[in-house]
């Protein structure tokens, strides 16, 4: 999660169209993936009757089938559906819209306290044959030191399981994690038999931050269908571009970190790094940029020695390769979430960014055009 202050005015664009036939074009084998730009689309969620219903700072997507999909915020204890409708042809957005919200229950089906246990609800996996969303949260209810990990029925948004750090021995390395640099990302298989997860920033145990010359090591966690650790792989996030220059207000804030993964149909991963930084003239900006993460060679760091922490110790990091970058003005350009959509009429799929907006009804869209899945 970033949070930028003063954030400029944001402009918001109505936008309507009629949506195209979604055939599409017989699978083709699978290849290497690549990465194609299809458009921002910018809309405005309805106004909330209560506050903490309002889709604002949403950071995780999920993707549930047609027009529709689920997404969760880092302010609030709510989950928001969304209906996005796509340009078969070219993968853009013409129309998207935000539903009805469905807040948060405990298992005992009372509200969670939004002043308390609303923020830092980062990442979202769809289950479909549970009929429920898995959560990645950078706290434990009020606990802002450990990160934690739930299960809420789509019916009544009822908590169903929760996961601790303290759950598995296996996971309680991530109570050394740095204040919300915890469980940002989350993704998995819609049949619940395959999870990942992953911290935004690097344990304390495991090196510093990312840096203007340095990146950092991240922990990508491999779960089975009972949620149990596989094993983890260390991943380095970039650097990020240059210290920030302007305005002054925003200096020190630089920051480089992995802000969400995607578990694609086939088994390979995708990695979304974001940094907010200074651009060329040192003017604050963000990068998001998107990896083809390939963990088969690297060495799993869930066992010794390395289950006590990275730093001083030797270990085959997962191998990246770069499909995209975009570069963005701080105009509601945190783009945080992704999900992967329906296939196109050519046969590719559509990949949505979501952007967290600091706050407000303001939202953002980026669409993107993936090539190389069977």
């Known amino acids: 999660m970033i949070r930028i202050p003063s954030a400029p005015g944001r402009s918001v664009v109505a936008a309507c169209a009629a949506l195209c036939s979604l055939s599409v074009a017989p699978s083709a084998p699978a290849g290497p993936l690549r990465v194609t730009a299809a458009g921002r689309f910018d809309f405005e969620a309805p106004v909330a009757a209560e506050p903490r219903l309002l889709a604002e700072e949403l950071s995780g997507i999920a993707w549930m089938g047609g027009d529709r999909y689920v997404a969760v915020g880092d302010e609030h204890a709510c989950l928001h559906f969304l209906s996005i409708r796509l340009d078969a042809r070219t993968g853009r957005v013409t129309a998207a819209r935000v539903e009805r919200p469905l807040p948060l229950r405990d298992e005992r089906g009372a509200l969670f306290p939004d002043s308390t246990e609303g923020p830092d609800r980062e990442g979202i996996r769809y289950d479909r044959a549970a009929g429920a969303v898995w959560i990645s949260n950078e706290r434990t209810g009020r606990d802002a030191s450990r990160s934690s990990l739930s299960r809420h029925s789509l019916s009544d948004g009822r908590r169903t399981r929760f996961i601790t750090v303290d759950s598995d021995t296996a996971l309680r390395i991530f109570a050394t994690q740095r204040k919300n640099l915890g469980f940002e990302s989350l993704t998995g298989r ?16 495991d090196g510093g931050r990312a840096g203007e010359s340095m990146g950092g090591v991240v922990r990508l966690v491999k779960l089975d269908g009972a949620m149990r650790p596989l094993a983890q792989f260390a991943y380095v996030v970039d650097p990020y571009p240059a210290r920030i220059a302007s305005p002054p207000l925003l200096r020190g804030y630089d920051v480089s970190g992995l802000s969400d993964l995607l578990l694609l149909p086939d088994g390979r991963l995708i990695a979304l790094e974001r940094a907010f930084a200074g651009d060329s003239t040192g003017a ?5 940029r998107l990896y083809e993460a390939d963990v088969s060679g690297a060495t799993d760091v869930s066992l010794p020695p390395y289950a006590k922490g990275l730093a001083g110790e030797r270990y085959t990091p997962a191998a990246k390769r770069l499909l995209w970058e975009g570069r963005f003005g701080l105009t509601n350009s945190n783009f945080e979430g992704i999900a992967l959509g329906p296939r196109l009429r050519n046969g590719d799929r559509a990949l949505l960014l979501l952007a967290d907006n600091n706050g407000g009804a303001a939202e953002a869209i980026y669409a993107l055009r993936l090539s190389g899945l069977p």
Do not use: Q, Y
Not at 192 to 205: D, F, H, K, S, Y
Not at 284 to 288: E, H, Q, V, Y
């Open 190 to 205: 819609e049949d619940g038999r395959e999870t990942w997860i992953a911290n935004e920033g690097p344990l304390r145990v």
């Open 284 to 288: 604050a900006s963000l990068r998001i």
